[in-house]
């Protein structure tokens, strides 16, 4: 029985979300599985992976294959690294707490990478609020800005009429005035 290490995709349309299972390369994709490795999930912002690593490195000792999209998610978080030490191990080239510091050194560089990665996109989702609330501030300003100017006017433009309505009551009553005299 050949076994491979996929990808089982679960979610809504639209809304991936991934189990990584070993499973027979018979089955079919969402169908049956030896053991479920992890979870995948794409629709975050870096992707978050949750993965076993001693369940998918015994897998990788047993022969499974990853598939491509398996393999890259094994070795982002470092399962084909420990399986790489393990040989290592095993040919006496390494000891166990030699492969143990270098895969420790590796996980916290990654760590260090991907903590990098979440700061900046924090940073830069910040900037972009703040840009966008800047930009709203200015529309607001001028809004406001040509909502007093059309109300100056419409009083300067109100005013000369009253004005001019003044005068005409005076004049009229001047000359009530004058032809009653």
């Avoid at 260090?112 to 607001?140: I, P, R, S, Y």
């Amino acid at each position: 029985m050949s076994v491979k290490i996929r990808l089982q995709r679960h979610g809504k349309k639209g809304k991936p979300f991934y189990w990584v299972v070993a499973a027979d390369a018979r089955s079919k994709r969402d169908g049956k599985y030896l053991e479920k490795i992890g979870t995948y999930n794409p629709n975050t912002n870096p992707a978050t992976i949750d993965l076993d690593l001693d369940s998918a490195v015994k897998w990788l000792h047993n022969g499974a294959q990853p598939t491509d999209t398996a393999k890259a998610i094994l070795s982002y978080k470092g399962a084909l690294l420990k399986h790489h030490l393990d040989g290592g191990i095993r040919k006496g080239a390494l000891t166990q707490e030699q492969a143990d510091a270098k895969l420790a050194t590796w996980l916290e560089a990654k760590s260090g990478k991907v903590d990098a990665k979440k700061e900046g996109l924090t940073k830069a989702q910040a900037d972009a609020k703040a840009k966008a609330f800047k930009a709203e501030q200015d529309v607001n300003a001028k809004r406001l800005a040509a909502a007093a100017q059309a109300e100056a006017d419409a009083i300067a433009a109100a005013t000369p009429a009253v004005e001019e309505e003044v005068v005409a009551e005076a004049a009229t009553e001047e000359n009530n005035e004058t032809t009653e005299a």
